[in-house]
């Protein structure tokens, strides 16, 4: 195939996909010379929006193009027309040392969910442990929560089928550069994701979405002779001579294993402590904590949009932005979700936890993202591998006293956060966390180096989004969870210090997101099939 680079179509020239491809179809035509009848087909292989210009908005594709007399075309190639890159994938080299025990992966969020489904291809048989629910029974759990204010505290937004990214916008947006990405794309579709992750520039699916994808790939697991337990909690882990030799799961049942994946997430506090008592080895890591703003999304679209806001096609506008404080702190926007809610997602009794969601359609009326500032060891209270835990537990307390001890979470209205003012009540913008908010000032659960560079960061992000520090946008706390405090440590075989244990996944310390998680948990099953052959 051909591949076509920079093609600019005017927003208003694709307002529906017949419009779009009509549209595409003449400009190929155009850069090929070629007539109609020389044209076999075509696929969008990425598609972005270029904004820059509010008054002119365009659409930018990539496309690759099947043509006749393909060689013929492309001795006249030109910058942006050359032939479609090959996709070598990886070839999976099996091992041939017999594997006396089938592999155990502990935790099901994305990096054991992909680890699980690559294992389970190959003849490997994996069981799967998650100390949470199914999608469905936990999504009651989280429900619940919200409206209520009852926590389980193993089935939640963090512990469950999926991950905690089953309650997020669903983002598959990484930083690595790994063609593993672009198969957890295609699996993500095989499983009833929207086909257009594989093209959109910026893919998500939406929290509505992702149940849907997790639970058919679990069943494709287990249509591959794998098993899935839930409210299996792996409470022990017994070694011998170096080696893992069994696991015990909700404190009275032991399984025998040699393999064990640690997929544990971020939010596995006792199952660290347990693993630490153990002799695994670990280390502290930095992370970043802060705050929640919102803002009605209809001003965040005619800024990033102007008059084309709300235009067909366009969706809810996004933005990304970063501030380098002369304290030498920084201060981010993380995990934005344009239409989307605030959502409580604790894990332990008496803490207050804040995370962002959106649903595929991204149809809320608020626009949310967390502003957070960077923490370092330095930052901990002592030089314990768990400090950094320690550290997420004080300010997470914290914020639920100053909620009234209720699971509400404390809230203020920005203008009051940047005077320092005690709030009220709210403005224009309603507040979307449930089980409810309670206004106070947002310096008491946190930091003061974290509250003084937030203040820094609004300010100069209002530069850049006009509106950004509107008086009544409305600030929610603690965002602590932006990844793990804690790093287990492994060599390049993946091996942490005891043979056998595999650390995987954003909870280990090894990526961070639905996407580059997925991306460690395949490569670690690659690397247990070349060495072991399947069961």
């Not at 199952?271 to 153990?278: Q, V």
Request: hydrophobic share 35%.
């Amino acid at each position: 195939m051909i591949r076509l680079s920079n093609i600019r179509i005017r927003i208003s020239q694709a307002s529906d996909q017949n419009e779009e491809r009509q549209a595409l179809k003449s400009i190929i035509l155009s850069m090929l010379k070629i007539e109609e009848q020389e044209l076999i087909d075509f696929i969008i292989f990425k598609k972005s929006v270029d904004a820059r210009k509010k008054s002119d908005i365009y659409y930018v594709y990539t496309l690759d193009v099947e043509v006749k007399n393909e060689k013929a075309i492309l001795k006249k190639q030109k910058k942006d027309i050359k032939p479609t890159p090959h996709i070598v994938k990886n070839s999976i080299r099996f091992g041939t040392e017999k594997m006396h025990e089938r592999p155990v992966i502990a935790g099901m969020g994305p990096a054991g969910l992909f680890a699980g489904l690559i294992l389970s291809r190959n003849g490997y048989k994996p069981i799967i442990l998650e100390r949470g629910e199914d999608v469905d029974t936990r999504t009651q759990k989280v429900n619940t929560f919200w409206e209520t204010g009852i926590l389980d505290t193993e089935s939640n937004v963090q512990f469950g089928e999926g991950g905690a990214g089953t309650f997020s916008d669903g983002k598959l947006t990484t930083l690595i550069n790994d063609q593993r990405c672009r198969l957890v794309l295609e699996e993500f579709v095989k499983a009833g994701g929207p086909p257009d992750i594989l093209y959109k520039s910026k893919p998500h699916i939406g929290t509505d979405l992702l149940k849907t994808t997790v639970k058919n790939i679990r069943q494709e697991i287990i249509a591959n002779g794998g098993d899935v337990r839930f409210k299996a909690k792996v409470t022990d882990i017994i070694i011998k001579d170096g080696e893992i030799s069994e696991l015990v799961i909700n404190d009275n049942e032991k399984l025998c294993c040699k393999i064990v994946m640690l997929a544990i997430g971020h939010s596995a506090r006792d199952t660290f402590k347990m693993l630490y008592d153990r002799g695994v080895e670990m280390k502290q890591k930095a992370f970043s904590i802060g705050l929640r703003i919102e803002h009605p999304q209809e001003i965040i679209d005619k800024v990033q949009y102007g008059n084309f806001a709300g235009y067909p096609g366009l969706g809810a506008a996004e933005y990304k932005l970063s501030y380098h404080s002369r304290s030498g702190r920084s201060a981010y926007t993380f995990c934005m979700c344009p239409g989307g809610y605030v959502v409580a997602a604790a894990s332990e009794e008496n803490h207050v936890v804040t995370n962002g969601m959106s649903k595929y359609k991204r149809n809320g009326k608020n626009a949310n993202s967390a502003i957070l500032v960077g923490v370092t060891p330095a930052d901990y209270p002592d030089q314990h591998p768990l400090a950094g835990i320690e550290f997420q537990r004080k300010w997470e307390w914290l914020a639920y006293e100053a909620g009234g001890a209720s699971y509400k979470a404390p809230a203020q209205l920005t203008g009051d956060f940047l005077e320092n003012q005690q709030s009220t009540g709210r403005g224009s913008v309603e507040p979307s966390y449930k089980p409810g908010v309670v206004f106070t000032q947002l310096k008491d659960c946190l930091p003061i180096y974290v509250t003084e560079t937030l203040k820094e960061a609004i300010k100069d992000f209002d530069k850049k989004i006009s509106g950004f520090a509107m008086p009544d946008s409305i600030l929610t706390g603690v965002e602590t969870r932006s990844s793990s405090p804690v790093r287990i440590t492994r060599d390049s075989n993946y091996l942490s210090n005891i043979n056998g244990l595999y650390p995987v996944g954003e909870g280990a310390g090894y990526a961070g997101g639905i996407m580059s998680s997925a991306v460690d948990g395949i490569k670690v099953a690659e690397r247990i099939m070349e060495k072991f052959a399947p069961v």
